[in-house]
């Protein structure tokens, strides 16, 4: 990783977490299934596309990658937004919000796991990726809804699983605290959540590792 991507991500990671914390806790907004509560959480999603930008702002080429996928995901989220129901809606959507958050995850990775030494900035960074990991299985259980109808059940309101509830499940999967209201109901589900589930302990557990080697190897010198 170049001093120039370094820099560029230093100072701003915590941002990316506030804004994907806000996400997490204001979007029971979109309950009301309006399209003015849908566009202004889309709103603030944009936000986290601006500064997704800057963080993967080290070259000209990832500037431009950012903006189109930012760009595509806005025309896409106002079109949803009128229409949530329709299937290419929803696949196209939650691909590019796949794309953009494997793009963002990858940098902040990087800039964790290049370190030389545990700053706030890095545990910024490193929050922020748990959360990202999180809203990056949003999209993937939405596309495998709308492919497969019933793929996951809500056993407390004996409806249709939509993404509003996705996000709360992704991160109760991640965290792996499984409450059990929401049930992947066939094999592709389940080896999904199996996945989200494992990546989630194994990117806590390989974190603390990373980070503790930065302390000790400071400590030393």
């Keep these: 990783m170049g001093t120039r991507t370094h820099d560029v991500v230093k100072g701003r990671a915590k941002y990316v977490l506030i804004l994907i ?8 907004i979109t309950s009301s299934g309006s399209t003015l509560s849908l566009i202004g959480f889309a709103a603030l999603y944009a936000g986290l596309f601006i500064v997704g930008i800057f963080i993967t702002s080290d070259s000209r080429a990832h500037i431009t990658w950012s903006i189109s996928i930012a760009v595509i995901w806005l025309i896409m989220t106002v079109v949803y937004a009128f229409d949530p129901t ?9 691909f590019v919000l796949i794309v953009f958050h494997t793009t963002i995850i990858l940098v902040l990775m990087r800039y964790i ?4 030494q545990v700053t706030a900035d890095v545990i910024y960074a490193a929050c922020a990726v748990y959360f990202l990991l999180s809203f990056f299985f949003v999209p993937v259980y939405g596309m495998l809804e709308a492919a497969i109808p019933g793929s996951f059940v ?30 992947p109901s066939n094999m592709w589900a389940r080896m999904l959540a199996g996945l989200e589930a494992t990546i989630g302990v194994l990117y806590v557990a390989i974190l603390v590792a990373r980070l503790v080697s930065l ?3 400071r400590r030393r010198n």
Excluded: C, H
């Design 154 to 183: 809500d056993n407390t309101l004996n409806t249709p699983v939509r993404w509003k509830q996705f996000v709360y499940y992704s991160l109760v999967t991640l965290s792996t605290a499984g409450y059990g209201d929401i049930l």
């Design 215 to 217: 302390y000790e190897v």
């Design 86 to 94: 329709n299937f290419w809606k929803i696949q196209v959507s939650s």
């Design 21 to 28: 914390v806000l996400l997490n806790m204001l979007y029971p």
């Design 113 to 116: 796991f290049t370190a030389e």
